[in-house]
């Protein structure tokens, strides 16, 4: 499964929607927010551009390399893939609702062709996880939660949110995570990445391996307990759940969606 998240399914279909140069009055605030949405908590993250929290200029962005570049790759990257697609949007207003639909016919969302559940696509498999909880995935296979999986490796692709991260820009570092990736044995990847996510999907295909990307709900499967897995599946965790440790959240956790993914 190729997944986008509401935020970033909604920014691609409004880069669409600047291509094909619709009146953006329509939707120019909403962009707004969700850029700064992106360069904030997504871990999308460019040093040449100013901002830290929620204080983006869209309008800046919008013209920017990085920008272009990475939305550009990502509409490719949707339109081209044959996995399973999980598009979701945030509202969108009646006006926009004609220009969604050919949207997703100019990705060809209807005619995608491989399907995966999680517990299947993992099962005597020798799985990477991609993910920076990575060390406590592995950690809860050596206890015994192992899916059916033959084997557990992972990457900890690492935080870069506020717009900040070790290189400089999120293309440099999707470019240290694939010579990770190529170095490393495995079947299936599994990758819960944020703004990483398609595009580490994107080169595991072309390597000839299955993908499937999950987002926030991927610790519930392993007994850990984050606050999205709380609020989400109250009624399932018992004492087999762990947290999340302190020196595995970032600086500033709670500022990122209320701390939902620890």
Same mark, same amino acid.
């Given at each position: ?9 909604? *920014? ?30 997504? /871990? ?29 790759? %990502? ?9 399973? %697609? ?41 799985? *990477?996880?991609?993910?920076?909880? /990575?060390? *406590? ?15 557990? =490796? ?10 900040? /991260? ?7 570092? %999707? ?18 990445? /944020? ?11 072309? *390597? ?9 709900? %991927? ?7 984050? =606050?999205?897995?709380?609020? =989400? ?20 956790? =709670? ?8």
């Amino acid at each position: 499964m190729i997944r986008l998240g509401m935020s970033e399914s909604t *920014l691609l279909f409004f880069y669409y929607l600047d291509n094909c140069k619709i009146n953006n009055n329509l939707y120019k605030n909403d962009q707004h927010q969700l850029i700064n949405w992106l360069y904030t908590t997504s /871990g999308f993250y460019d040093k040449n551009v100013n901002g830290q929290y929620f204080n983006f200029d869209s309008n800046h962005i919008k013209s920017t390399l990085v920008y272009n570049t990475y939305f550009s790759n %990502l509409m490719n990257i949707v339109k081209n893939t044959n996995y399973e %697609l999980s598009i979701n949007f945030h509202n969108i207003i009646p006006e926009l609702l004609d220009y969604k639909v050919q949207f997703l016919k100019y990705i060809n969302y209807y005619n995608k062709t491989i399907h995966y559940d999680l517990l299947s696509f993992v099962k005597n498999q020798n799985v *990477l996880i991609i993910n920076p909880l /990575g060390k *406590l995935y592995k950690q809860q296979y050596d206890n015994g939660i192992t899916l059916g999986m033959n084997s557990l =490796k992972y990457i900890n692709n690492g935080y870069s949110f506020f717009n900040n /991260g070790i290189h400089n820009n999120i293309l440099e570092t %999707l470019e240290s995570i694939y010579i990770q990736i190529n170095n490393t044995e495995f079947d299936r990847a599994i990758i819960s990445a /944020g703004a990483y996510s398609s595009f580490m999907a994107n080169h595991i295909i072309n *390597l000839k391996k299955e993908v499937y990307i999950i987002g926030g709900n %991927l610790p519930f499967y392993f007994n850990i307990k984050t =606050k999205r897995v709380i609020d =989400k599946f109250p009624g399932q965790i018992n004492e087999t759940f762990i947290i999340v440790p302190e020196d595995m959240k970032p600086h500033n956790f =709670k500022l990122i969606e209320d701390g939902c993914y620890w």
